[in-house]
């Protein structure tokens, strides 16, 4: 969302804005849950690492994904409709 209002001028409703930091809360909460079994088998575990490449991942496709729409739109004005078949 964040990419798509900086680099494809989109505009989003504050419900969509609420429903995105609710996801976003949802998931910071899951990662911080621990248990036994899992710090035996992760420990050794880059956690900053992993966060740092996931949000990178969804900037990177937030923004090629904006930055595509925008193409495509750009090149659908060019290209005029094909004539109708007789």
Do not use: H
Request: charged share 10%; with cysteine; hydrophobic share 45%.
């Amino acid at each position: 969302m964040i990419m798509g209002t900086l680099i494809g001028n989109k505009s989003y409703t504050l419900f969509e804005y609420l429903c995105m930091s609710l996801i976003g809360v949802g998931v910071a909460l899951f990662g911080r849950k621990s248990s036994s079994k899992v710090s035996s088998k992760l420990q050794n575990a880059n956690v900053p690492l992993g966060y740092t490449l996931c949000l990178a991942n969804l900037a990177f496709d937030g923004g090629c994904i904006s930055w595509g729409k925008g193409l495509l739109k750009a090149l659908l004005i060019k290209i005029s409709p094909p004539a109708p078949c007789q």
